[in-house]
């Protein structure tokens, strides 16, 4: 009787010990907001043990230190892009009315990229006629062909930039692709993939999982590269929310079809997207192919300034939310935002909240249905304060907007992979273009407005009249914000 008095006090104490010792690193970790403490304690309290386990393995950004070493040595070795790419920011104050200046030096801290001048670029119809663009500018490459992918799948589009790569790869053009091991495991694990590298084309994984048992150990499972970047020749890069697939998206029907925007550039500005995919390169494969920001930049002619953001887990932890921030607040007419998943952190929500409040015309346009139940339950949370600003809030009723799209006053958009959620800001590998051009920003915003055209309205009236159960649930769920 005493050993078991013994024993249940030993392990009462240990357990205690392990609860403060938790609590203590949940305090020390840096870059985390108080929010986002105040929610992780409360979990491992209402949760004994499994809130302790699921804090380890989900609750820090730890992308594994071999892998921030990687990556650090990757970047030290990079040559410098600005002055190969022949980036010169003083002649931005030429260009850029001097109230948008400072979103690009916002824009620079991320990177380090100067936002470069002489860049062309059209926005795509659709996302097949995106994908037939590629396919199109890989039949005529002539010396290398990148693509990264987070999800590839083998169905219509997916086949067709396989085919196109096979081709490519056959004719002597250097292909490289890249795929992320979660979000494409079906494509990497299938005959296809194989096939690619029969044919010549170059592999790999970005951020493998190798044994998912082990994996935790190494760093969060979950931290993926969701970056979207295909680069051809050193003249072209596309930017956008495009995955390599149809819009159909056959392992989400139910959802379909996804409606995405994505914009081909050529100029300067290829030159910095090159510059991600080579850092991703060589940290995935150890192949260092940055000679290719050294070749010799085609002479470029007049054309609009350009600025490459990639952010992730070994960028700095505060970077996308700060140019969201940043953006919102720039804007003076009128703010257009598009984003599938909205969970954001209270800066950004009060800075959209004083973008209405102090006259710009500020509309923000969600998916009606979103494929992640808790996403959409945490979005729906903060409704009532966008309205009550004066936030204009659609809801898009045809398939799921998956466009990530920001533009202010008609003349500045960035357009790219990032959400306004958590994982965007925390945990992916994201790649996002900046620029200033009346003429192509005026194409984003139609198509934003095409957006509008198929949305319903949100009311305040409607938004007041849910349900105390509903404002309930959407209310608990927002309050993992900082936990999801």
């Not at 240990?14 to 020390?28: A, D």
């Not at 994984?205 to 680069?231: T, W």
């Not at 979005?379 to 920001?406: M, P, Q, R």
Request: charged share 20%; hydrophobic share 45%; glycine share 6%.
């Amino acid at each position: 009787m005493n050993d078991h008095l013994i024993l249940t006090g030993l392990f009462s104490i240990l357990s205690l010990l392990v609860y403060l010792l938790t609590i203590i690193r949940i305090l020390l970790r840096p870059n985390r907001e108080a929010s986002s403490r105040v929610a992780w304690m409360v979990v491992i309290l209402a949760l004994p043990l499994l809130g302790i386990v699921v804090y380890l393995l989900l609750g820090e950004t730890n992308i594994g230190r071999k892998r921030v070493e990687q990556m650090r040595q990757v970047i030290a070795g990079m040559p410098d892009v600005n002055h190969l790419a022949g980036a010169d920011a003083a002649n931005l104050h030429d260009d850029v009315p001097q109230n948008y200046v400072h979103l690009f030096q916002a824009g620079k801290t991320v990177n380090g990229f100067d936002p470069v001048e002489g860049n062309q670029a059209h926005l795509t119809a659709d996302s097949n006629t995106a994908i037939d663009t590629m396919v199109a500018d890989i039949e005529a490459a002539q010396s290398h062909v990148h693509v990264l992918f987070y999800i590839w799948l083998s169905d219509n589009n997916g086949m067709k930039i396989v085919e196109a790569l096979k081709r490519a790869a056959g004719r002597g053009v250097t292909c490289r692709a890249m795929a992320d091991d979660l979000g494409s495991r079906v494509m990497i694990g299938s005959e296809h993939w194989k096939d690619m590298k029969s044919a010549g084309v170059h592999l790999a994984s970005a951020l493998p999982i190798g044994n998912p048992l082990l994996r935790p150990f190494k760093g969060r499972i979950d931290l993926r590269n969701h970056r979207k970047i295909v680069v051809i020749d050193n003249k072209i890069t596309y930017c956008g929310s495009q995955n390599c697939a149809d819009p159909e998206f056959r392992v989400k029907p139910k959802y379909a079809p996804w409606v995405d925007a994505l914009i081909r550039f050529e100029g300067p500005i290829v030159r910095q997207n090159q510059y991600l995919f080579a850092s991703d390169w060589q940290a995935g494969t150890g192949e260092n192919i940055s000679h290719l920001l050294e070749e010799p930049m085609a002479a470029h002619g007049k054309g609009f300034p350009a600025q490459v953001i990639g952010t992730g887990p070994t960028v700095r932890n505060s970077a996308m939310p700060e140019i969201f921030e940043t953006l919102i607040f720039g804007a003076r007419d009128r703010l257009i935002i598009s984003t599938p998943y909205y969970v954001p952190n209270a800066p950004m929500q009060a800075a959209l909240c004083a973008s209405a409040r102090r006259g710009v015309d500020t509309t923000i346009i969600f998916p009606a249905q979103n494929d992640s139940w808790i996403v959409g339950a945490a979005s729906h949370s903060y409704y009532l304060d966008l309205l009550e600003a004066g936030v204009h809030i659609y809801e898009y009723v045809g398939g799921l907007l998956h466009t990530k799209s920001l533009t202010l006053d008609s003349e500045v958009t960035l357009i790219g992979s990032a959400n306004m959620d958590r994982r965007s800001f925390e945990l992916n590998y994201e790649n996002n273009i900046l620029f200033y051009d009346e003429e192509l920003t005026a194409a984003v915003v139609q198509r934003q407005e095409s957006y509008i055209s198929k949305s319903e309205l949100v009311s305040l009236e409607n938004v007041v009249a849910w349900s105390w159960r509903r404002r309930l649930w959407n209310n608990a769920i927002a309050m993992l914000g900082p936990v999801l």
